[in-house]
């Protein structure tokens, strides 16, 4: 099964940045992707996808402070993350699927899931 595999996370101080990355080389097609996270003690919850053209959803959490792009030449996505804060700690995890360009905010219908990357942010 391929795998996606994130990189970029780390511990940063409270109103600090990360970005992540997420390529995507590996897999014949990508459509739809996006970035999930899962902070101890709760479900794993979408926070931003991005389809083939482009067109972007976040969610209210991470509204204005995160953004997510693409670079379809270089088959990569990337998650630049700011103004971080204690409630943005989680294991981030990126996801694709190569079936629809459909971006669901249900995790079962994306095919390719990375192993996730840890980002701290310390109180």
């Known amino acids: 099964q391929v795998q996606l595999v994130e990189s970029g996370g780390g511990s940063v101080q409270a109103g600090g940045s990360l970005r992540l990355s997420c390529p995507t080389s590996g897999l014949p097609q990508t459509r739809c992707m996006g970035w999930w996270r899962q902070a101890p003690g709760k479900e794993r919850e979408a926070i931003t996808t991005?389809?083939?053209?482009?067109?972007?959803w976040y969610a209210d959490s991470v509204k204005g402070r995160f953004i997510v792009s693409r670079d379809n030449a270089e088959k990569i996505m990337y998650l630049q993350m700011s103004s971080l804060n204690v409630e943005d700690t989680a294991m981030y995890y990126c996801?694709?699927?190569?079936?629809?360009?459909?971006?669901?905010?249900?995790?079962?219908?994306?095919?390719?899931w990375g192993q996730g990357t840890q980002v701290t942010v310390p109180s």
């Open positions: 996801a694709a699927r190569s079936s629809s360009d459909y971006c669901s905010l249900v995790a079962r219908f994306y095919e390719y």
């Open positions: 991005i389809d083939g053209e482009s067109r972007t």
